[in-house]
């Protein structure tokens, strides 16, 4: 076993060491064997020796064969290969990182809202792309969005949710701490996404559980045609939180957290 985990981390690490570590043999194209852990992979004609000598061996079936999860993002162009069980999902997500522009939502401490809201969608969006869905931003920069905008872009691409992306503050608690997810009421499908997203985020952070709000006076969560929530993920207000919301390990956390309460709710059968 020491063996086998060895060989996971090169090759998670860089993936010319997997490549070499394998053993490999052969002068032309179609006749390259390759043995994982002993075993013959199946490449038939895949792996080949180019003219300059380089021996190509597909990524999937190898690191499949080693008991990695690997998905392509044609949009990026990206291959990610993960130990752990990743969903093969599809569908389509828009993230709505809050405010923008001209727009500062909360303030404190010289850090506004939208940009800490922008990091953290940012970060969910690239967790949820490696499952295989397609990931929309309804900004991917600082800059302006109309409310009604946003939900008219979700609904012109055909999202299949909606999760708008804030941080909290509060005038009246300066100790006020927690996350906190809301949907337009308890009766749309969207509850069950903010009660979802509440669970995961709490678990992947530790945070306090404020729990989940009916927020009908919410234009986002008001005209999404989708099933749509909207996550809180701390409050700005309160220093110690707002120290945590700026950490990257916390707002990997949080990012973590969102693209897992999105995963429970499209995979099938979950
Ligand atoms: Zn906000």
């Known amino acids: 076993m020491k063996k086998r985990n060895r060989l996971y981390t090169l090759s998670l690490a860089v993936c010319t060491s997997l490549l070499l570590a394998l053993p490999a043999a052969g002068t032309n194209r179609g006749n390259v064997s390759i043995l994982v852990e002993g075993v013959p992979l199946n490449t038939a004609g895949t792996a080949y020796i180019t ?16 008991g990695f999860t690997v998905t392509w993002n044609g949009s990026t162009r990206t291959v990610s290969i993960t130990t752990g069980e990743v969903p093969v999902l599809s569908g389509v997500v828009v993230l709505d990182p809050g405010h923008g522009g001209s727009s500062a939502g909360a303030s404190f401490g010289g850090v506004d ?23 929309l931003l309804t900004r991917a920069d600082d800059r302006d969005v109309g409310l009604y905008d946003r939900t008219a872009f979700a609904s012109l691409q055909k999202a299949d949710l909606f999760v708008s992306v804030h941080c909290n503050a509060s005038v009246t608690n300066p100790a006020a701490k927690g996350i906190y997810t809301a949907a337009y009421s308890q009766e749309t499908p969207g509850w069950t996404l903010a009660e979802a997203l509440g669970q995961s985020m709490v678990q992947s952070t530790g945070a306090f559980d404020l729990g989940v709000d009916q927020r009908p ?15 809180e993920c701390g409050f ?19 990012a973590r957290g969102i693209a897992d309460g999105i995963i429970s709710c499209l995979t099938p059968g979950a």
């Open 217 to 231: 006076d919410l234009a986002v969560l008001r005209t999404a045609k989708m099933p749509a929530a909207l996550v």
């Open 51 to 66: 003219s300059g000598g380089l021996t190509m061996v597909p990524l999937r079936a190898v690191s499949e064969a080693l």
């Open 236 to 254: 700005m207000s309160t220093p110690e939180e707002l120290a945590l919301l700026l950490q990257p390990d916390y707002q990997a956390k949080l």
């Open 113 to 135: 809202e939208k940009d800490l809201n922008l990091s953290i969608a940012r970060q969910a969006a690239s967790l949820l792309e490696q499952t295989g869905l397609t990931v």
